[in-house]
Every structure is written in C-alpha cells, then in structure tokens.
C-alpha cells in the first residue's frame, strides 16, 4: 500500500516485500502520471491544517 500525503514528493507506504515488489509497477505507473500532469485523485487525502 502507498499514499501521497500534502508535503510534496512524501509518500507513505506499508507492507511485506513481496507486496512492494508486486504493486512497484503500479505505483511506478502512478508517479509517471502525476509527472506527466494526468490528475491522480487520492480518496481520503486529509485536509491541510497548517500554515507553512
């Protein structure tokens, strides 16, 4: 599992190592479209409670 949080470029991700290397793709396929400007909603993303 992975998810971006609001800090650019910080990403949490949990799991075994065989999860990291079957899901790697997929993740991969995500960053590349997030670099390319493809929207990539997060469901539940937490608001922004700070002010820096």
Do not use: C
Not at 11 to 25: A, E
Not at 34 to 51: A, D, S
């Amino acid at each position: 599992m992975w998810k971006p949080t609001q800090q650019d470029g910080l990403w949490f991700h949990g799991g075994n190592l065989h999860q990291s290397r079957h899901y790697s793709l997929y993740l991969a396929l995500q960053l590349k479209a997030r670099y390319e400007g493809i929207p990539t909603p997060v469901y539940g993303l937490q608001e922004v409670h700070h002010l820096s």
